[in-house]
């Protein structure tokens, strides 16, 4: 929920997370499939939910189907007896802020959102449903996938814009050190631009750091990144945080 003491009717409105999330299948011409009529009408519709980003995609690594808006995400699966259910926005905007005070193995890692293969796409203009709350195939839930836990944080939140920062990361597979991965860092600079790097492969003890350059930018400017692993399947599990440029005067 967003404060907003400027507007004029409505202080308080959903934030746009769904714009955040770096979706593959951004178009403008999308529309909001069957499977999430209903759902979407019955909160408000574009007002409240916002603008379809995607159209319909099965994320394997979940067993269920999705859609995601600007401020909202839907899915359905067999998990949910075929009834549509809100995705977690914030759990994945929070991060690891909202999970710190929790035990490390007690941390199931969120995936951010997959649009790798789809097995199915819908392309029908959005309906009413007349069937009955189960309007997908029927999913065949798979066997439980192990449990994957990512931690992130950086040496020091606040920093000279003249200091490099240290990364770093802890991996986790039902509960026991995940060795050898090697993950993915990007860094949006104050210009919009991003910079890529590699962490060294998690050691023995499931984690690994990393040392990037020095940020040149105003006092007080807040940086972010994103740490992303990438399974052999496919699926992609990302976090992001940030820390603050704060030159002692």
Same mark, same amino acid.
């Given at each position: 929920?967003?404060?907003?003491?400027?507007?004029?009717?409505?202080?308080?409105?959903?934030?746009?997370?769904?714009?955040?999330?770096?979706?593959?299948?951004?178009?403008p011409?999308?529309?909001v499939?069957?499977?999430?009529?209903?759902?979407?009408?019955?909160?408000?519709?574009?007002?409240?939910?916002?603008?379809?980003?995607?159209?319909?995609?099965?994320?394997?690594?979940?067993?269920?189907?999705e859609?995601?808006?600007?401020?909202?995400?839907f899915?359905?699966?067999?998990? $949910?007896?075929?009834?549509?259910?809100?995705?977690? =926005?914030?759990?994945?905007?929070?991060?690891n *802020?909202?999970r &710190?005070? !929790?035990?490390?193995?007690?941390?199931?890692?969120?995936?951010?959102?997959?649009?790798?293969?789809?097995?199915?796409?819908s392309?029908?203009?959005?309906h009413t449903?007349?069937?009955?709350?189960?309007i997908?195939?029927?999913?065949?839930?798979?066997?439980?996938?192990?449990?994957?836990?990512?931690?992130?944080w950086?040496?020091?939140?606040?920093?000279?814009?003249?200091e490099?920062?240290e990364?770093?990361?802890?991996?986790e597979?039902?509960?026991a050190?995940?060795?050898?991965?090697?993950?993915?860092?990007?860094? $949006?600079?104050?210009?919009?631009?991003r910079?890529? =790097?590699?962490?060294?492969?998690?050691?023995? *003890?499931?984690? &690994?750091? !990393?040392?990037?350059?020095?940020?040149?930018?105003?006092?007080?400017?807040?940086?972010?990144?994103?740490?992303?692993?990438?399974?052999?399947?496919?699926?992609?599990?990302?976090?992001?945080?940030?820390y603050?440029?704060?030159?002692?005067?």
């Amino acid at each position: 929920m967003i404060y907003d003491p400027k507007a004029t009717n409505n202080w308080y409105r959903l934030g746009s997370i769904g714009l955040d999330l770096d979706l593959d299948e951004t178009a403008p011409d999308q529309r909001v499939d069957a499977a999430f009529v209903a759902l979407y009408e019955e909160m408000r519709g574009e007002s409240f939910v916002g603008k379809p980003l995607t159209g319909l995609s099965y994320n394997a690594a979940m067993s269920r189907f999705e859609q995601y808006f600007e401020n909202l995400g839907f899915y359905q699966g067999a998990e $949910t007896g075929g009834v549509a259910r809100l995705l977690p =926005y914030g759990a994945w905007r929070c991060g690891n *802020d909202c999970r &710190a005070a !929790l035990p490390l193995n007690n941390l199931p890692l969120i995936p951010a959102p997959t649009h790798g293969p789809a097995v199915t796409q819908s392309t029908a203009a959005p309906h009413t449903p007349t069937a009955p709350p189960a309007i997908l195939p029927t999913i065949i839930q798979p066997p439980r996938a192990h449990e994957l836990a990512l931690q992130v944080w950086e040496t020091k939140p606040m920093i000279a814009n003249d200091e490099e920062q240290e990364i770093g990361i802890s991996l986790e597979i039902d509960g026991a050190p995940l060795v050898g991965v090697v993950a993915g860092l990007m860094v $949006t600079l104050p210009d919009g631009s991003r910079k890529s =790097y590699e962490f060294p492969p998690t050691s023995a *003890d499931g984690k &690994a750091r !990393l040392l990037i350059p020095a940020v040149e930018a105003l006092n007080a400017t807040v940086i972010q990144y994103r740490v992303c692993i990438s399974r052999p399947s496919g699926e992609r599990y990302c976090i992001k945080e940030s820390y603050t440029i704060w030159n002692n005067p």
